[in-house]
């Protein structure tokens, strides 16, 4: 069965904290890792992994895939307030725009 | 990329009742994905709506519960039927465009 699994569910840190957010994932015909930030509502788009050991960064954020492990982490150095969402991890497989998610890591950080 | 508008953003709906919610994309997309988010959960994916074509429904949803309709390449809509507390969640429609997924508003919904 695919899944994907995030840790830590849940995460307090004070402002200029870094931070390190762990995704697992088993899905048939991997193809890609994404990472979203939702504070509302939807879900916002922060990174696309597809090849193993090539950082992509964005500002404070940056994520790194390992294919040998299955893994992906996402950094968040300097946190602030702002940073303050559920952060999701999502696998693709074979099939087109389908994508398997894990529970998310609830980031609460305090001024 | 996409931007994708959902109605209604958010509704209160009485038990027994079904609410139709709807997705309109900008552009022309192949596959439109429903996914749902009770509270406290991760995203699951309901069905996988194409045009032309009924919906693919995943494990543990079915038609009945959650009919869809595809008329056209950039919009669709899911109904929530026979509502009842279980079904309180956040409803998001997705596309892919660009090789990036993208995901709609959300429409909200409470059924009392």
């Known amino acids: 069965e695919d899944k994907v699994v995030q840790s830590p569910l849940s995460l307090v840190v004070h402002e200029g904290d870094t931070v390190t957010l762990n995704c697992s994932y088993e899905?048939?015909?991997?193809?890609?890792l994404l990472w979203y930030k939702q504070e509302k509502k939807a879900p916002t788009f922060l990174f696309m992994l597809t090849s193993s050991g090539i950082e992509k960064k964005s500002g404070r954020l940056s994520s790194i895939l390992d294919k040998k492990e299955l893994s992906s982490i996402l950094n968040i150095t300097a946190t602030q307030t702002g940073d303050s969402a559920i952060y999701l991890c999502?696998?693709?497989?074979?099939?087109?725009?389908?994508?398997?998610f894990g529970r998310g890591t609830q980031l609460t950080v305090w001024p | 990329s996409a931007v994708i508008s959902q109605k209604p953003s958010r509704d209160i709906c009485q038990r027994g009742t079904s609410l139709t919610i709807q997705c309109q994309v900008d552009?022309?997309?192949?596959?439109m994905f429903w996914y749902r988010q009770q509270p406290g959960q991760s995203l699951t994916l309901i069905a996988t709506?194409?045009?032309?074509?009924?919906?693919?429904?995943e494990s543990g949803f079915v038609i009945d519960k959650f009919p869809i309709s595809r008329p056209n390449l950039t919009f669709s809509t899911l109904t929530v039927s026979n509502m009842s507390p279980e079904d309180s969640s956040i409803y998001l429609c997705?596309?892919?465009?660009?090789?990036?997924?993208?995901f709609g508003e959300g429409s909200w919904l409470t059924v009392v």
């Open positions: 709506a194409n045009q032309g074509s009924e919906a693919t429904y």
């Open positions: 552009s022309q997309v192949t596959m």
């Open positions: 999502a696998a693709r497989g074979s099939t087109l725009g389908r994508l398997y």
């Open positions: 899905v048939t015909n991997f193809r890609s």
């Open positions: 997705s596309v892919e465009s660009g090789n990036t997924i993208y």
